[in-house]
């Protein structure tokens, strides 16, 4: 047989478990357990009075076992009607299988305090303290996993940072700060953030180079265009104070009338050519009507002979007519303008070949060309022969006749068409190529 103890311990144990569960029912009883011996109520006792040795003050067992009824007490009087107790809790074995006891009911009684309670509410007490350790050790580790992730975020707002401290206006400046490499790999987020971070500053650093070259371009411009009206200026002032002693002489009169028509003439034609590439960078609409490119040339040409019979003019041009859709004013100003680049800048004999190349495809660009075998253009000016105020004699002497406005606005006309200015130039052999939609 199973030791007493043991058999309590069992009993006990799957009482409260049903309880627990949810699964005592009062009106369900357990098979009969056999009857106690001596001993084994003897042991009973033992373990009143080790409760009452414990601090317990009262103690009331009845136990059913089989036919048996024991009842042992410890502290109290009476088992039904005069216990002193103002707590009483009773664990009862409902449907439990293999169960060793009937019945067990067991009063405790601590002066309104049940040391069972005290020993519940200790270990709900210490559940509770754990879960909470386990939840701020949980966010503690989140927030360290979480910072250590977003580390690569702060570096990458720290080069913001940086860039946001920069005097982007001052003039000429540069943006050298970047996301480093390690924090631009596109298969993390960060990496994405970073990259594209990268691009936006390369954006922004050639915006503001550009606008660097634009500021220069216009410093440039003014002087250049001051310097250029300020000589006929100068000259209209000097021919004027010359007539003006010599009231008398008709022949220095009329020649000094000449000499003032003359430079207001040119300072006439350089304000032109300026208010047009004015107008050519707002982007001003030019007028669009199909333009006959082969009788533009023809006649471009012909005036070229009679101003300069010292030069060879050619012509190449194909058997059918080669038309564009343009303004035909304007893309007569940019063959006349290279003829006549061509006709200041080569020596007597030169040969100037005019020619137009037709559409090789539907699609495709319309040619001109102006070539001559003259001298070609200086090493020095390849770059910028197009750019505003650039001419051959940079002493700016007048012995070229031009403001070096010429071939600027030969680009700026072909650009308003859509089309593009070419030089390919070497030493006897030099074309200009306009290309146009």
Not at 12 to 36: I, K, Q, R, Y
Not at 170 to 190: F, L, M
Not at 205 to 228: C, G, K, M, N, Y
């Amino acid at each position: 047989m199973t030791s007493l103890s043991a058999r309590l311990a069992l009993a006990l144990a799957l009482s409260v478990n049903a309880l627990a569960a949810g699964c005592a029912d009062e009106d369900v009883m357990p098979p009969a357990a056999p009857d106690l011996d001596a001993t084994e109520i003897a042991e009973i006792e033992s373990l009143a009075d080790k409760l009452v040795a414990a601090g317990v003050p009262g103690v009331a067992l009845v136990i059913q076992a089989g036919g048996q009824t024991v009842k042992i007490a410890r502290g109290v009087e009476d088992l039904t009607t005069n216990v002193p107790l103002t707590t009483e809790h009773h664990f009862r074995l409902g449907s439990v299988a293999k169960s060793v006891l009937s019945s067990i009911t067991l009063q405790l009684v601590d002066e309104g305090k049940l040391r069972l309670t005290d020993t519940i509410e200790s270990l709900l007490l210490r559940s509770s303290l754990l879960a909470s350790s386990g939840i701020v050790l949980a966010g503690l580790l989140g927030l360290m996993l979480v910072r250590r992730q977003l580390r690569p975020l702060r570096d990458v707002a720290a080069t913001a940072y940086d860039v946001t401290a920069m005097p982007l206006d001052a003039s000429g400046q540069t943006i050298d700060t970047r996301v480093p490499e390690r924090y631009t790999d596109p298969a993390t987020e960060v990496g994405q953030v970073g990259s594209a971070l990268n691009t936006l500053l390369d954006h922004v650093d050639s915006a503001l180079d550009a606008r660097h070259r634009s500021e220069q371009q216009v410093r440039q411009f003014v002087a250049d265009a001051s310097h250029e009206l300020r000589t006929p200026l100068s000259t209209i002032h000097g021919y004027a104070e010359l007539s003006r002693r010599t009231p008398d002489d008709a022949e220095m009169l009329s020649q000094a009338m000449g000499k003032v028509e003359t430079e207001a003439t040119r300072m006439s034609t350089l304000v032109a050519d300026m208010l047009l590439l004015a107008r050519l960078d707002s982007g001003r609409p030019l007028e669009r009507e199909e333009v006959d490119v082969t009788r533009l040339l023809l006649e471009a040409v012909a005036d070229a002979k009679v101003v300069a019979p010292e030069h060879v003019w050619r012509l190449d041009l194909p058997e059918e007519p080669v038309t564009v859709v343009g303004d035909e004013h304007r893309l007569h100003q940019v063959v006349t303008n290279l003829i006549n680049n061509a006709r200041r800048h080569t020596p007597a004999g030169t040969t100037v070949t005019v020619g137009a190349r037709p559409r090789p495809a539907e699609g495709e660009d319309v040619q001109i060309t102006v070539h001559d075998d003259g001298p070609g253009i200086p090493d020095g000016l390849h770059g910028r022969v197009f750019e505003r105020f650039t001419r051959g004699d940079t002493s700016r002497t007048r012995a070229s006749g031009g403001a070096g406005l010429g071939l600027s606005l030969v680009r700026a006309i072909a650009g308003a068409h859509g089309g593009s200015a070419a030089l390919d130039s070497r030493p006897g052999d030099t074309t200009f190529t306009i290309s146009l939609p």
